[in-house]
């Protein structure tokens, strides 16, 4: 018996992400046409903008340092630590299964997730946004 692999098929049973949790996201994986002229291997930071009932997805958002989307649909925060603005566009989020999530890096800059009053302006802006 391999223990390992037991331990990884458990972990995957037990998890589920967190909406606000920052995940380190490679370009290949968008399908909304974000970060499509960029190296396929370059990395930038996603959001979880949902979870959904299904137990197998998530809604993600990809996020960016440059700020050329302004917007409704933009979620800026000034990750606290690094003093860094990202802007995750959340028109530009897709459906993404949570066993694929599970294969990234969560976090960006030492950051995992938004603080509790982020999370709300997040929430908020999700609900003006959709």
Same mark, same amino acid.
């Given at each position: 018996?391999?223990?390992?692999?037991?331990?990884?098929?458990?972990?995957? !049973?037990?998890?589920?992400?967190?909406?606000? @949790? $920052?995940?380190? +996201? *490679?370009?290949?994986?968008?399908?909304?046409?974000?970060? %499509?002229?960029?190296?396929?291997?370059?990395?930038?930071?996603?959001?979880? !903008?949902?979870?959904?009932?299904?137990?197998? @997805? $998530?809604?993600? +958002? *990809?996020?960016?340092?440059?700020?050329?989307?302004?917007? %409704?649909?933009?979620?800026?925060?000034?990750?606290?630590?690094?003093?860094?603005?990202?802007?995750?566009?959340?028109?530009? @989020?897709?459906?993404?299964?949570?066993?694929?999530?599970?294969?990234?890096?969560?976090?960006?800059?030492?950051?995992?997730?938004?603080?509790?009053?982020?999370?709300?302006?997040?929430?908020?802006?999700?609900?003006?946004?959709?």
């Amino acid at each position: 018996m391999d223990y390992e692999e037991k331990l990884k098929e458990l972990y995957k !049973e037990l998890f589920v992400p967190e909406v606000g @949790s $920052i995940w380190k +996201a *490679p370009n290949r994986i968008w399908t909304t046409n974000f970060a %499509k002229n960029n190296n396929s291997d370059q990395f930038h930071p996603s959001i979880i !903008e949902k979870v959904y009932h299904d137990g197998i @997805s $998530i809604q993600l +958002a *990809p996020g960016s340092s440059k700020n050329y989307r302004k917007g %409704k649909c933009v979620f800026k925060v000034i990750l606290k630590n690094q003093k860094i603005t990202s802007y995750f566009l959340l028109k530009l @989020s897709m459906p993404y299964l949570i066993e694929d999530l599970i294969i990234l890096k969560r976090g960006w800059n030492s950051i995992e997730k938004i603080n509790g009053n982020e999370l709300k302006r997040f929430n908020w802006q999700i609900k003006i946004c959709k």
